[in-house]
């Protein structure tokens, strides 16, 4: 298995001063602790040139991995005096040390010891201690006396918590944005001209001109072309479709264009004589009988009328069904406002128009806005997600989106908006801090590496965090 390592380069709360002994006599000079694999290995530099052991007496040094309620203890080292030496030889089942553990007369013992124990690894170890004891024993091996320092207050070290990219998107050199809409403007039947209280046209008309008010009384915006664009639905000659689609569209921009002082060819016009787009559409969705014989008929390459006889005597029932349900919706008129949208670059009133109306916002002021807020709040995970609710298709505000929830710890949605920010290295970064932040360190590693190779270099320290989680070190020579 991988092994898992955090470099530990700062204090340790719980440890005691550089220069100070860890318990009397006894200084740690280096240490390091480690999971490999199923293992939990300790390496030490123990220090004992200070450690005074009277003759009769014992001294045993244990290091204890701690956790709450639950403990094991590593091997030990035992020094002794030397009557208590000479006891122990004679009586090695009373000795405090055996087996694996390390033995030595007091006045044979080395400065320095190099020490090394390995124990498995329990779950329950995550997050433990590793506490150092001294125990001293007298004749019959009464206990004179325990002390212990913590020597690791926490392993590993608290998860690690990498620093999020940002994509700064590019600026909009001129902001284009569009309003669309539809009007179902009736006409009496075969007439072209425009009857404003025929029917529902008051309503329909009005969509077409609030749109234009909306963004007219709007001192932020300038309207640079209208576009309207006239159906008419499959039924009838298609020559006579032709003419009255093409009258009605026109009749329609005379009459937008009597309400207001525009340019000559601000509104420009297009029209398609029969909606067979639309029709198909409707057939393909809905549950109408022989949908496929009709869809068949609508999609071959016959003439428009002739495509409309053969549903008309073929399925005269359902023929007579989409006259009622959707021809209706087909004679219509499609509308787009074309205008622009001044630019902004004071953070205070990027604010103001991100609360009122940040469809006029570009991505970029977003961002400069996201400079004044403090990383990591809840202000600027907002401003995230509304960025990316007006550019929903957008591959950067996608991204920008994803880390804010990251943030949130709301993984999940981090990983639908990530579907939608392409192929970016910035992703591969961004997939492999959500796995560091899961804990799944191994698991990082792959988004990680590919996103360094990439040239993402805010990836490397994120790699030595995931590799080294599971290392504790400190040198203190």
């Not at 090695?92 to 400065?111: I, M, Q, V, W, Y």
């Not at 329950?124 to 002390?147: A, H, I, S, Y």
């Not at 620093?163 to 072209?192: C, H, M, Q, W």
């Not at 989409?322 to 604010?351: F, G, M, Q, W």
């Amino acid at each position: 298995m991988k092994r898992f390592i955090v470099i530990l380069t700062a204090a340790l709360a719980g440890i005691a001063a550089a220069d100070a002994q860890i318990v009397t006599g006894v200084n740690v000079h280096s240490y390091a602790m480690e999971r490999a694999g199923n293992y939990v290995v300790v390496d030490m530099d123990i220090d004992l040139s200070e450690l005074e052991v009277k003759g009769s007496e014992a001294v045993v040094l244990t290091p204890h991995i701690v956790s709450d309620t639950l403990s094991v203890a590593l091997k030990s080292i035992g020094v002794y005096g030397r009557n208590r030496d000479f006891y122990y030889q004679r009586n090695a089942e009373l000795a405090p040390t055996s087996g694996d553990d390390l033995s030595f007369r007091n006045k044979k013992t080395p400065e320095t010891i190099a020490y090394h124990a390995v124990v498995h690894f329990e779950q329950w170890m995550d997050g433990c201690q590793l506490v150092f004891e001294r125990t001293d024993c007298g004749c019959n091996n009464t206990n004179l006396g325990t002390e212990g320092n913590v020597l690791i207050d926490r392993f590993p070290l608290e998860p690690y918590k990498p620093t999020l990219l940002y994509i700064r998107p590019e600026a909009e050199r001129v902001k284009t944005r569009a309003l669309s809409g539809t009007a179902y403007v009736d006409f009496v039947v075969n007439k072209t001209d425009i009857r404003p209280d025929y029917r529902n046209n008051t309503a329909e008309i009005a969509k077409i001109t609030g749109t234009i008010d909306a963004v007219k009384n709007d001192s932020d915006m300038t309207i640079t072309a209208i576009t309207i664009k006239g159906f008419a639905s499959p039924e009838s000659p298609y020559k006579n479709n032709a003419r009255l689609a093409e009258g009605r569209t026109e009749a329609l921009k005379k009459y937008v264009e009597g309400l207001y002082n525009f340019d000559s060819g601000l509104i420009t016009t297009a029209f398609e004589p029969e909606d067979w787009a639309g029709l198909e559409n409707y057939v393909e969705t809905s549950e109408i009988a022989n949908k496929d014989d009709i869809l068949a008929i609508i999609r071959n390459n016959e003439e428009p009328d002739r495509k409309e006889w053969q549903i008309k005597s073929k399925y005269p029932n359902e023929y007579h069904y989409l006259l009622d349900n959707c021809y209706p919706a087909l004679r219509r008129s499609d509308y787009t406002v074309h205008y622009t949208v001044r630019k902004y670059s004071e953070p205070a009133e990027i604010e103001s128009i991100m609360n009122t109306a940040p469809q006029k916002l570009s991505l970029e002021e977003f961002y400069i806005l996201a400079q004044t807020y403090e990383p990591g709040s809840a202000e600027l995970d907002e401003l995230w997600e509304i960025a990316v609710r007006m550019y929903p298709n957008d591959e950067i505000a996608n991204f920008n989106a994803a880390n804010s929830a990251i943030h949130k710890g709301d993984y999940e949605r981090a990983l639908r908006y990530l579907d939608r920010a392409g192929n970016r290295p910035e992703v591969e970064f961004s997939l492999g801090c959500i796995e560091v932040l899961k804990e799944e360190y191994e698991a990082s590693l792959d988004y990680l590496y590919k996103a360094k190779e990439a040239g993402i270099e805010e990836a490397t320290p994120v790699i030595d965090a995931a590799e080294n989680h599971w290392k504790v070190i400190r040198n203190r020579k």
